[in-house]
């Protein structure tokens, strides 16, 4: 069993950062894949980044490639979501999941096991 516990969001003007962290409790963190996903009020949940259990693979949504960085540190149980160049689309509500995922390019909100709270991100204009 996981436990996640997500933090670092906030308000912060467009072309600000944040770096969003998601600390986790339980023996099986360093084994599985760990993902952020985002939502919005009224729209389905969308995949933002993932990480391999090692951290050597990684993949982001086109929407935050290049802006977005997600990392981990096993001995730590965390991981970490530094976004740059933050944009008002990015406002959204962002949670740390982990599970088996099929795929590393496309994976699905219903592929993951563990959620977080959430925290909300709002980039003002």
């Known amino acids: 069993q996981v436990q996640l516990v997500e933090s670092g969001g906030g308000l912060v003007q467009a072309g600000g950062s944040l770096r969003l962290s998601c600390l986790a409790s339980?023996?099986?963190?360093?084994?599985?894949?760990m993902a952020w996903f985002r939502q919005v009020p009224g729209k389905e949940r969308e995949f933002v980044a993932i990480i391999s259990w090692s951290g050597l693979i990684t993949n982001y949504a086109d929407s935050v490639k290049g802006r977005f960085t997600i990392s981990r540190d096993n001995a730590k149980n965390t991981v970490y979501l530094q976004m740059n160049s933050l944009k008002p689309e990015d406002t959204a509500v962002y949670y740390c999941?982990?599970?088996?995922?099929?795929?590393?390019?496309?994976?699905?909100?219903?592929?993951?096991?563990?959620w977080g709270q959430g925290t909300q991100v709002t980039v003002s204009s």
């Open positions: 339980g023996r099986t963190f360093s084994r599985i894949a």
């Open positions: 999941t982990g599970g088996a995922y099929s795929s590393y390019y496309y994976p699905r909100p219903d592929e993951s096991e563990y």
